[in-house]
């Protein structure tokens, strides 16, 4: 199988290569050899979120509470 690797290094990946691994968006990328190595990833956003909430110092009941505040129809200033 060839892929062409265009002049703003994009490639297409061959269908058949896709269809032999599990479905994936990403992939991480390594060079191994002289060779180019895909393998396939599954992004886990909800740790990013959780690792960002942290960050910012926000907790659960923070969050909940936010939640709850916004369905309850209640704009600043009313």
Known sequence: ?????TAKN???????AI???DAAEYFDVTAE?????????RVNRAGAVR??????????TDVADAVS???????PGE
């Open 1 to 5: 199988m060839l892929a062409k690797l």
């Open 10 to 16: 994009q490639l297409t990946l061959p269908k058949a």
């Open 19 to 21: 269809s032999a691994v």
């Open 33 to 41: 050899d002289g060779r180019i190595v895909l393998t396939p990833v």
């Open 51 to 60: 690792a960002k909430l942290a960050e910012l110092g926000l907790s659960e």
């Open 69 to 75: 505040w916004v369905r309850s129809g209640v704009r």
